[in-house]
């Protein structure tokens, strides 16, 4: 891990430490509030690995867009593609029930691919296409503490795995309230198909020998943000996350780093 990323992650922390505990009772972000309706529409920039495990990383651009209806009392129907604990890009959309205690959910999301001309160490193995997926979520959260399970998997022929992500995240509020921000942590299992996809070969070269890869642990790690709120209109978060692939992973040939890190700067207008 760079000094870079390092000072990052140093100041995100910094600044989670002289905010609050938040209230009672689930916040996503502080674009929700006691209306039916929040929406928000922006864009965020972000920089990600290429591909799981890739040494190089790639910067892309993504709508930031969250649109929640609570139709009934802890009811939720959603669009959020902010970056959330589950995925490495957005929540995704669906439903969601959000009570006192009980917090669960379907949703339909998006998985990025990859493709073999972005190593060489892809060479002959085929792209990996990009897919929607589906899944559902539930978990309990007490105060700031929320803990969750995660299950979604790829709609695509080529990228049908599924990924199971288990996480624990801890919600704060600054002193000040346009202020917030989490930290958390994960950890992200891959079932045969996928860990097949991302990290088998069975077209070995020199320097690139045949790995059979089987279900296991991906990745496991750290992610955290900040929120702020300007003239009750104006939305930024800066997040980003630091995984270690796990052993199942690494021993891949195809893999160049042992970690995957991203870094997430967004920007919307709140109606």
Not at 168 to 183: C, E, H, Q, T, W
Request: charged share 20%; with cysteine; proline share 3%.
């Amino acid at each position: 891990m760079s000094m870079k990323r390092l000072s990052l992650v140093a100041s995100c922390m910094a600044a989670l430490m002289a905010a609050q505990p938040a209230s009672a009772g689930y916040q996503e972000n502080l674009i929700q509030s006691d209306s039916k309706w929040d929406v928000m529409l922006g864009v965020t920039a972000a920089t990600v690995a290429e591909y799981p495990g890739a040494e190089d990383q790639e910067f892309i651009g993504l709508p930031a867009i969250v649109v929640d209806y609570e139709f009934r009392e802890n009811n939720h129907l959603y669009i959020n593609t902010l970056q959330d604990s589950g995925s490495d890009f957005m929540k995704g959309a669906g439903y969601e029930f959000n009570g006192e205690r009980i917090i669960w959910g379907i949703k339909a999301g998006w998985r990025k691919g990859r493709e073999q001309g972005d190593s060489e160490k892809l060479i002959d193995l085929g792209d990996v296409d990009s897919t929607f997926t589906a899944g559902f979520y539930g978990g309990l959260h007490f105060g700031p503490l929320r803990l969750l399970a995660e299950y979604d998997a790829g709609l695509d022929n080529n990228n049908d795995g599924v990924l199971t992500t288990f996480s624990a995240r801890y919600n704060m509020v600054s002193v000040d309230k346009p202020m917030s921000g989490f930290i958390g942590v994960k950890t992200v299992y891959g079932d045969d198909a996928y860990q097949d996809a991302y990290f088998g070969v069975d077209t070995p070269r020199v320097g690139r020998p045949a790995y059979e890869a089987d279900a296991g642990f991906v990745k496991y790690g750290v992610f955290g943000g900040i929120d702020y709120l300007l003239a009750d209109h104006h939305y930024f978060r800066l997040d980003g996350n630091y995984m270690s692939l796990s052993t199942d992973v690494t021993n891949s040939s195809v893999v160049e780093e042992n970690y995957d890190f991203g870094a997430f700067v967004s920007y919307g207008y709140k109606f």
